[in-house]
């Protein structure tokens, strides 16, 4: 029975170290789903400063302009610009003008319609 004791206790002591060398886990990252993880906060200071009775506005400008840049984060472009298609800036296309005008292009402001069909009864009266 000693030696049974004596088995398990040196079966013990051999183990031990071993679980002891293991390395600490690490922390895991934080998964978000659906989106990227949110920015680190950043801390500015800002400071004050008056001049002969005139106050700076630099931290109150700085504090509105990154509130601007959160809302509206896209670029200040023009809606038209010089690679613009015809038909959104507005340019006549010829072509276009004298297939729309027909018969009436040069002679009238209203295009060119057709006259409304007339249809005759296939059976005659008399």
């Known amino acids: 029975m000693t030696t049974r004791i004596l088995t398990i206790s040196a079966l013990l002591a051999l183990a031990m170290p071993a679980l002891a ?26 400071v004050e400063v008056e001049i002969g009775g005139a106050r700076s506005f630099g931290c109150l400008n700085q504090t ?9 984060p896209t670029l200040n ?6 690679r613009s298609g015809d038909t959104k800036i ?6 276009g003008v004298q297939q729309q005008y ?18 005759s009864s296939p059976v005659s009266r008399r």
Do not use: F, H, W
């Not at 507005?90 to 072509?95: A, D, F, Q």
């Open 21 to 46: 060398q293991q390395p600490p886990e690490q922390p895991k990252p934080e998964v978000i789903i659906g989106g990227q993880s949110p920015p680190p906060t950043v801390r500015e200071r800002c």
């Open 102 to 119: 027909g018969q009436n292009y040069g002679r009238s402001v209203i295009p060119y319609r057709l006259p409304p069909p007339i249809y």
């Open 64 to 72: 509105l302009k990154r509130d601007v840049e959160k809302v509206n």
């Open 90 to 95: 507005g340019v006549v296309n010829l072509p």
């Open 77 to 82: 472009l023009p809606p038209v610009d010089a």
